[in-house]
């Protein structure tokens, strides 16, 4: 059974750092492009970060400078570390796995709220 366990959220004021993990189990994690994606009230959901199974990594233009993502291949983990939050990167912030193969599947999400 894949699972997809995001952690780290919460209520962080507008300049501040949170880190967010997402534990996966169930799948062969180095076979894995690993993304974080925000889905913001009513919007759509947008990729933030994308770091891929040769850890090339890729970012939203609105967060690069800001959010670093890394993998832990040992771990079956990837991070987001986010810095310099605002606002408007307040949402809930879901994990994807996508196997080079083909399969892809998705974590429930954290929540992440910025306060000005």
């Known amino acids: 059974q894949v699972q997809l366990v995001e952690s780290g959220g919460g209520l962080v004021e507008a300049g501040g750092s949170l880190r967010l993990s997402c534990a996966a189990s169930?799948?062969?994690?180095?076979?894995?492009?690993m993304g974080w994606y925000r889905q913001a009230p009513g919007k759509q959901r947008e990729l933030v970060a994308l770091?891929?199974?040769?850890?090339?990594?890729n970012y939203a233009e609105s967060v690069k400078g800001r959010f670093t993502i890394s993998r832990d291949n040992a771990k079956n983990t990837v991070y987001l570390q986010m810095n310099s939050l605002k606002p408007e990167d307040t949402g809930i912030y879901v994990c994807?796995?996508?196997?080079?193969?083909?399969?892809?599947?998705w974590g429930r999400g954290t929540q992440v709220t910025v306060s000005s």
């Open positions: 169930g799948i062969i994690f180095t076979r894995n492009n």
């Open positions: 770091i891929t199974h040769l850890r090339s990594t």
């Open positions: 994807k796995a996508t196997d080079y193969a083909g399969p892809s599947y």
